[in-house]
């Protein structure tokens, strides 16, 4: 399976952005999957996961409110609606698959390339 992300782009601060993780496999549907971020000198943080059938989502508190995880496994397609952008949110966003609904990232085999999202004040 690969994982292709897109979406990213620059913002104002406050605005929106939504973005895109299509796999390549019919398989997608039996992986958890999840965003990560990014943030220019620093380590790659957990954003979001949501479960196979997209019933059970987590977020992290630093977006918990302003952002949304979907899915939808007819399109092997996984979302992140970003709202309420901030300057902090600045980050390349990476979409990851995995077998465990953890926030951990070592638990995600699979990665997409990232995608940049630069919001401006």
């Known amino acids: 399976v690969q994982l292709q992300a897109s979406g990213g782009g620059l913002v104002q601060a406050g605005g929106s952005l939504t973005l895109s993780c299509t796999a390549s496999a019919q398989t997608f549907s039996r992986h958890i999957m999840a965003w990560f971020r990014q943030r220019s000198g620093k380590e790659r943080e957990f954003v979001a996961y949501i479960s196979t059938g997209g019933g059970i989502t987590l977020y992290s508190d630093s977006v918990k409110g302003r952002f949304t995880i979907s899915r939808d496994n007819a399109k092997n397609t996984a979302y992140l609606q970003m709202g309420g952008l901030e300057p902090e949110d600045t980050a390349r966003y990476y979409c990851?698959?995995?077998?465990?609904?953890?926030?951990?990232?070592?638990?995600?085999?699979?990665w997409g390339q990232g995608t940049q999202v630069t919001v401006s004040s």
């Open positions: 990851a698959a995995g077998r465990a609904q953890t926030s951990s990232e070592e638990t995600y085999n699979l």
